[in-house]
């Protein structure tokens, strides 16, 4: 019933908002950003195909607001791109380091055992305060406040088992987001649309947004933060990639960066991976490319 209600939403939405195409809602919507002004990429339908399609110009480009990305993006091909590149991954790709439900729960045990021994001593303390102990009642005050800190301690801890206890996880949702990506060209209508809103939806939890390029090309982003990430080779094709770290002293997670290109040319490659290096997994394994400025290094060495 959800996804009937979203679906109506959407058609509603294509109804007021102008012609998305007979496919239904695409799966970028939102998440797609011009990496020259960040802001938001606006879909136009250029006709039908070969020569037409639906396309992402980036929204300020489109209405002279001072942006110079003038590229325009196929949305099928991203789409395709960017399915193949997230189906590819093996489910351990997206265990996290520590969205474990045992370890969480471990800490949570281990949070209400520091305040039970808190409250023990709280105990011993007031009877000591009340003999007129001076020295009692000033560690009685320290140690109220610890217990007041780690209740808030353990307020947090449970609710985030609460909600690691309720979130399947991203290997749960790259499972579905399989299951309905293999599915989607055998259905059609409502069915469809509904398809393709809960795939989108499952793309938002785990990409964080897809980034348009005019040099470097379109790339999806996926932050790296506290997630332990397994690049494997895919099934078929080649797929580039680029693990991007802030300078020192940036307080900015790790991201990886996938350039959204089945099989990218060698000049494509080269220019997304913007004279910083990068890797390239195939079903034959991993390739790495060094950034020339670290060849120089190595060969000055």
Known sequence: MFWRAQAAVEERRQQSGGRRGDKGAHLLRGLARCSACGGPMHIIDKGKPPKGGIYLVCSANRRNAGCGNAQAWRVDKLEEALLLCLTSFKTKSFESLNGNVVDQDQKVDAIRAELDDLNRRNKVLIRLAESEDQQAEARFLENAQEIKIKKRELKAAEA?????????????????????????????????LESRIRLSSLIRRIVDRVECDPVRGAYMILQIDMKVWHVTSPTEGAFAYQIEVAPWGVDVPPRLLFLLAKNPADSARDAFYDGKGGLLMTAEGTKSFPSPRHLSTRTNG
């Open 160 to 192: 985030e088992l609460g909600t690691r206890r309720s979130d399947p996880g991203n290997a749960a949702r790259l499972v579905e987001i399989l299951r309905l990506s293999t599915d989607l060209f055998k259905i059609e209508g409502e069915a469809r």
